[in-house]
């Protein structure tokens, strides 16, 4: 059966048509595209209560303008409602915050200006870490923890290709600023740059990046450094990625934050894929942390994506501990 959303009026073809990735609508006369999705998770720690709640609502728009601008919002919603095992049903703050507002000029075929509030550019996963885009339902922690998720300021975007070779590189800054209507520790200074490389190895692709990145630590006033290297590689439907980021607090020599993950997906029957993946995380205090985590990705129908992870180690967050996490998203 249709989903309902998918059914459009002729009077209304061509003017509002379904996005064919079944994430969202266009509307080509407009210029437009439309999104959102709504992702509710179920929690079952070894150590905690079990929760069930409604992780996050997002409201996606894109506007072009003409083709060398373009106009791009992202709106979140979180921390709604739950139900607690032993206390019921709770309601939360319910943050709304701009997770994305900028718009973009194309300069040359080459070259794109980005100006406004984006993803911090480092590594792979926080440029994609929309949650029906994701291969898990947590990140891996060090991606949370090393850096600011958020840049605020001027992307200058370069993407070529040279002799077989996918070469990419950002630069941006110089500023930092808050864009939400809640506290988000995101408003210090910060610039940085990055640079990929890919380029096919036999019946693979790989692709190489190099992250660095300066920022205002909010907690101690002080200048804190990052650097950061990816791979990813694709080969016979897998999709193996991991990262490395060490970050270092200046004028305090003990103070850093370091770790790595690597995760392999891989199919297993249509539309279902297996994720492995282990990392560890070094915080400012204490020793290291190691977790490994086994999951299933299943996207039965375009707008349905299905997720379930068990996490296993002595890595333990306000988001991640060991134990089964599933969730599932609707896009609407």
Request: with cysteine; aromatic share 12%; net charge negative.
């Amino acid at each position: 059966m249709a989903h309902p959303a998918a059914a459009v009026d002729d009077g209304c073809r061509g003017w509002l048509e379904r996005d064919p990735s079944g994430e969202g609508f266009l509307s080509p006369p407009l210029g437009l595209w439309l999104a959102g999705d709504a992702t509710t998770t179920l929690n079952v720690p070894e150590r905690k209560p079990t929760t069930a709640e409604l992780d996050e609502v997002r409201l996606l728009a894109r506007y072009d303008v003409s083709p060398r601008l373009t106009f791009f919002g992202e709106i979140l919603l979180e921390d709604t409602v739950r139900i607690r095992e032993g206390s019921g049903f709770e309601t939360g703050s319910g943050r709304l915050s701009v997770e994305r507002l900028y718009a973009d000029f194309l300069l040359t075929p080459q070259l794109t200006l980005r100006l406004g509030k984006f993803l911090t550019p480092i590594g792979l996963w926080n440029p994609v870490r929309r949650a029906p885009l994701t291969w898990t339902v947590e990140r891996p922690v060090v991606t949370n923890e090393a850096f600011p998720e958020h840049a605020t300021g001027i992307d200058l975007m370069y993407a070529t290709t040279l002799n077989g070779w996918s070469i990419d590189g950002q630069l941006y800054g110089p500023g930092q600023n808050v864009l939400s209507v809640h506290d988000t520790n995101e408003d210090g200074l910060m610039a940085g740059g990055r640079i990929a490389a890919g380029h096919s190895l036999g019946p693979a692709f790989a692709t190489f990046g190099l992250d660095v990145a300066g920022f205002e630590d909010n907690t101690s006033g002080r200048w804190a450094e990052v650097y950061g290297s990816d791979l990813d590689v694709s080969l016979f439907g897998n999709r193996l990625i991991g990262e490395v980021e060490y970050t270092h607090l200046r004028g305090d020599e003990g103070s850093s934050i370091y770790g790595f993950y690597l995760q392999d997906s891989f199919p297993l029957l249509r539309d279902l894929y297996g994720v492995l993946r282990v990392e560890t995380i070094k915080q400012r205090t204490g020793g290291a942390d190691t977790g490994e985590l086994f999951g299933l990705f299943w996207r039965p129908l375009p707008f349905l994506i299905l997720k379930a992870d068990y996490q296993i180690g002595d890595i333990s967050t306000d988001d991640v501990q060991p134990g089964f996490v599933g969730s599932f998203t609707l896009f609407f």
